[in-house]
Structure formats: C-alpha cells, structure tokens
C-alpha cells in the first residue's frame, strides 16, 4: 500500500486531539484534505501510515491516486466530499519570489519575470549553503532532518501590496529547501496566492505541494509548474501556458 501512489483519504488536515482514540479522524473541516501511503518519488520518511500529506482537494499530481475500497458488511449512510478550494483570478499585484543554489531556478524566474513584469525577489541567507554539489546535498538533509529555519538576509518590505507570490524552489530531498519555510513562516499568507514553481532531477514535486499547504494552510494553491533542470528551449512556452492556466496576463 506504500510507495505506489499516494491515496486520498477523507479527512481533512488539522490537529488530532489530546485524548487516546482508537482510529482517531482527522479535523471536522478545513481548507486542505488528507492523503497517505508516498509516491513513487518519495523517501522512506514519506511512506509511513503515520505520515499525513496534504493538499487542497481540487489539486491533482502525477504521483497521488486513490483506493477503491468496499465494507466487508452493508451499512447505512452517506459520504460527502468537501467543498472545492476557490482560485481566484490573479488580476492584483504579483510577486515572484525564489531560492536557488545551482542557478536553474533562478533561471525559470528570470523568465517568468520576462512575461509577466512581475516584481523579482531571490530569498537570500545570511550563511549560505555550501557551492559544493556533494556538500549541500548534506546540508539539506541535516536542515530537513532538524526542521531548520534559516536565516534570511533579505526580506520583502511590502508583502501586503501582493495578492499573487509565485513561488520557486528547486526539489530537494523530494520537498522544499529549509529556507522556502523560513520565506513562509516569516509574512501572513491569508487569502493570498501562492503559485509554486520547481527545478529537479526526475523527482517533480515530491512532497513540496504538500510542505507549502501546511506552512500556509490559509492561502490559495494555483496550479504548479515542475521543470526539469533548467528546462530547455521549451521553456518559455510551458511557462506561457502555465501562467495562462492560472489566470496571469502580461
């Protein structure tokens, strides 16, 4: 049941109580819904039973699927599936804020920026990472490992003035780098929306939708764009289409 896809469940994302229960549910509502198992692209710590991922229910991904299921005896009753989350047209001010180490990110955002003329922002640290690809790859698991929050040296003065901040990162043990969060712990969220963006290797999103819904559960998900690498000559018209899925406009 591991490991293939992840499934669906239908519980919606919130915090268990304090109490013992046995088979206890998730939230009575929510904005984000429940799904278990890990994908395929997923690490071990992603494959638990225990482990919740979770994401708006009207969002799909290559590697989250569902179980069809039947009671072992007949019962009674109905299920009802939430309310979809409402995207918004992205018609107000727009910010493209990103982390990259390598370059390719930098790159997409570049060109995001070109069609757009949206307002650039690169999420910098105060101690980066390391310029060795061996060495980073160490630094950011020890940061996933301890939940780190890095320092940042810079910091968006007017983040009210924004209604839309596409998002980018590249996929870093399949989920986002250590000072995405700190970018998202540091302003409100709250009725904004966040358009993610990604470089990787093969692994797509990962688990990083999931990492972005939870550190900004009251914000709006559009739909993301996975690059591989620093994409190609294809480039400028996957992000032209994309951002016309979504709504935005030069």
Same mark, same amino acid.
């Given at each position: 049941?591991?490991?293939?896809?992840?499934?669906? *469940?239908?519980?919606?994302?919130?915090?268990?109580?304090?109490?013992?229960?046995?088979?206890?549910?998730?939230?009575?509502?929510?904005?984000?819904?429940?799904?278990?198992?890990?994908?395929?692209?997923?690490?071990?710590?992603?494959?638990?039973?225990?482990?919740? !991922?979770?994401?708006?229910?009207?969002?799909?991904?290559?590697? &989250?699927?569902?179980?069809?299921?039947?009671?072992?005896?007949?019962?009674?009753?109905?299920?009802?599936?939430?309310?979809?989350?409402?995207?918004?047209?992205?018609?107000?001010? &727009?910010?493209?804020?990103?982390?990259?180490?390598?370059?390719?990110?930098?790159?997409?955002?570049?060109? &995001?920026?070109?069609?757009?003329? !949206?307002?650039?922002?690169?999420?910098?640290?105060?101690? $980066?990472?390391?310029?060795?690809?061996?060495?980073?790859?160490?630094?950011?698991?020890?940061?996933?490992?301890?939940?780190?929050? $890095?320092?940042?040296?810079?910091?968006?003065?007017?983040?009210?003035?924004?209604?839309?901040? *596409?998002?980018?990162?590249?996929?870093?043990? !399949?989920?986002?780098?250590?000072?995405? !969060?700190?970018?998202?712990?540091?302003?409100?969220?709250?009725?904004?929306? &966040? *358009?993610?963006?990604?470089?990787?290797?093969?692994?797509?999103?990962?688990?990083?939708?999931?990492?972005?819904?939870?550190?900004?559960?009251?914000?709006?998900?559009?739909?993301?764009?996975?690059?591989?690498?620093?994409?190609?000559?294809?480039? $400028?018209?996957?992000?032209?289409?994309?951002?016309?899925?979504?709504?935005?406009?030069?």
């Amino acid at each position: 049941m591991h490991g293939n896809v992840g499934e669906w *469940i239908w519980d919606y994302y919130g915090d268990y109580g304090t109490t013992a229960v046995t088979d206890p549910v998730g939230a009575e509502n929510g904005t984000l819904c429940v799904y278990r198992g890990g994908g395929w692209n997923d690490f071990a710590k992603n494959m638990r039973s225990s482990y919740r !991922a979770a994401l708006s229910e009207d969002k799909g991904s290559f590697n &989250i699927g569902i179980r069809l299921v039947r009671n072992a005896a007949m019962v009674t009753g109905s299920v009802i599936s939430a309310g979809a989350q409402n995207v918004s047209n992205s018609s107000g001010k &727009i910010l493209i804020a990103y982390f990259s180490w390598g370059g390719n990110t930098k790159g997409i955002a570049e060109e &995001i920026q070109l069609q757009t003329g !949206a307002d650039l922002f690169e999420i910098e640290l105060v101690t $980066p990472y390391s310029t060795d690809y061996n060495t980073v790859l160490d630094e950011a698991q020890r940061d996933q490992n301890e939940q780190a929050r $890095p320092e940042l040296a810079v910091h968006v003065e007017n983040m009210d003035e924004y209604d839309t901040v *596409i998002l980018g990162y590249p996929n870093w043990w !399949a989920s986002i780098p250590m000072p995405i !969060a700190s970018f998202l712990e540091e302003y409100d969220f709250s009725g904004k929306t &966040i *358009i993610p963006f990604c470089s990787h290797g093969g692994g797509r999103f990962g688990q990083s939708l999931t990492a972005i819904a939870k550190l900004a559960p009251d914000s709006v998900m559009g739909d993301g764009l996975s690059v591989h690498y620093s994409g190609g000559n294809s480039l $400028p018209d996957e992000i032209s289409k994309w951002l016309s899925e979504n709504g935005i406009t030069d």
